[in-house]
């Protein structure tokens, strides 16, 4: 609430593909390129695969960060056809967002619990 977020829960099961579509992505595009990946298909798993994995929770969180901030929002978005997908979000922006401390981001983003 305090980022300005409004939950939005889906109508139909349909509409789940908007989010389930940036996962097959990452997947095919970034996951897929990484020593140790292992796939869905457990026949063509390389049999390397758990001694290559080598990645630390940080260094993929990087990976990820990249990929999105440097490929996946740069490239056009297939629903406009002549903006990025930054460029989209940027031209639906009424006002530029308030930048949080990174302190006050922790804070929003913990997890609330009741006595």
Partial sequence: MQLGFVCHLRDRPSEGGSVERPFKTLNTELFSTL??????NVQERPE????EACLTLRQLEQMLVRYIVDNY????????????RFQRWESGLIAAPDLLSERDLDICLMKQTRR
């Fill in 48 to 51: 390397e695969a758990e001694k």
């Fill in 35 to 40: 020593q140790g990946y292992t796939g869905s």
């Fill in 73 to 84: 929002n740069q490239r056009l978005d297939a629903r406009m056809g002549d903006q990025t």
